[in-house]
């Protein structure tokens, strides 16, 4: 059933002047706008649709923002124009290559709160490993995902080349100031469960070793900052890479770092063997060009910033349903294993 909101849209989108098409996309002169699917989000209401003119016809994503946090006015506009930019910014620096590729932003109409992007081809990297990698995978479905996840490793590859900030070079006091604030959050809140001497630990241990990060492996490029498999589409074409929610400088293995973390997450899964999980990881080392990664002190670092990361979200137990607390309160226990892990690596001085 189409609610209000999904009829508002469709309202809006009948005023989009048939001129902001044709500029935006080859489709010649407009004839039509069909309707194909309504999806409701947490902040927004999206309509799939397809443009049609009399020279070709393409699908695209019309977003209507929904003003869920209250801001202003001005702010919705200002963060509408802003997400547009920022998606312009990714679309110009990949629009050459026809392996690597971004979401094509269409048009914005900060003033209507609407945003239109280019449906792109390809299938979702998450959603394909959850059905090809569970329980004793198929050598044919194992390799199809490794791959898919060497040429998602390419495809950082060849955001480095384009995105690279020449001459700057990456600190680790950022990286300190970062973990810290997750590190209070986690442990200045009793209800999380959060050891409180390792707040300590993982700081004395970033200013110790620090010092010893090579000069190559704090390079700077522009990061995507949520980089995980819900937000990539793969074919034997080509990788896309959706959701680019911010513009920010950052280490250059941060990406393929939350990556190969958001990989391992899995492996807290009884369906998802380390073995299996482990090839997808190798290959997307390999697809980077360093199948030694894992083993650099950068990207141990970077491990942990994941994982506190993520345990900052998943440890408000307070908010969760009984069985929501149950399974993270498991994940947290195991995140804390690994955490510890790569704490005892490093001061036993392994690299």
């Not at 397809?50 to 994503?61: C, E, L, Q």
């Not at 034997?236 to 939350?258: H, I």
């Amino acid at each position: 059933m189409r609610t209000m909101s999904h009829q508002q849209l469709d309202n809006l989108i009948a005023e989009i002047p048939h001129e902001s098409w044709e500029q935006n996309l080859p489709i010649g002169r407009f004839l039509r706008v069909e309707h194909l699917q309504s999806i409701t989000r947490p902040f927004s209401y999206i309509s799939r649709s397809r443009i049609v003119g009399d020279r070709d016809a393409r699908v695209v994503f019309i977003k209507l923002y929904r003003n869920t946090r209250k801001r202003s006015h001005e702010k919705m506009i200002e963060k509408i124009r802003n997400d547009y930019e920022i998606a312009r910014f990714w679309y110009d620096h990949f629009a050459d290559s026809p392996r690597y590729r971004v979401v094509r932003p269409v048009l914005a109409l900060p003033e209507q709160y609407l945003f239109a992007s280019e449906e792109s081809s390809g299938e979702d990297l998450y959603q394909l490993i959850l059905q090809k990698a569970a329980f004793f995978p198929a050598v044919d479905d194992l390799q199809l995902l490794c791959d898919h996840l060497r040429r998602v490793g390419e495809w950082l590859q060849y955001k480095l080349s384009v995105m690279n900030q020449a001459g700057a070079r990456y600190r680790i006091e950022d990286l300190q100031a970062y973990m810290d604030v997750r590190l209070k959050l986690l442990s200045e809140d009793a209800r999380r469960g959060f050891p409180l001497s390792l707040r300590k630990r993982v700081l004395d241990y970033l200013d110790a070793r620090g010092g010893a990060v090579p000069e190559n492996d704090l390079g700077v490029s522009i990061s995507h900052s949520d980089f995980n498999p819900s937000n990539i589409l793969v074919s034997s074409e080509a990788v896309t890479v959706l959701d680019f929610g911010r513009m920010v400088e950052e280490n250059d293995l941060l990406d393929l770092s939350k990556l190969h973390f958001q990989l391992g997450l899995l492996t807290f899964k009884p369906q998802y063997r380390r073995a299996a999980i482990g090839r997808l990881q190798e290959a997307l080392l390999e697809g980077f060009g360093d199948g030694a990664a894992e083993q650099r002190l950068m990207f141990r670092m970077l491990t942990m910033r994941n994982i506190l990361t993520h345990l900052t979200g998943i440890s408000q137990f307070w908010k969760q349903s009984a069985k929501e607390k149950l399974y993270n309160r498991w994940v947290m226990r195991k995140e804390l294993e690994m955490l510890e892990k790569l704490l005892r690596m490093e001061d036993a001085g392994q690299m």
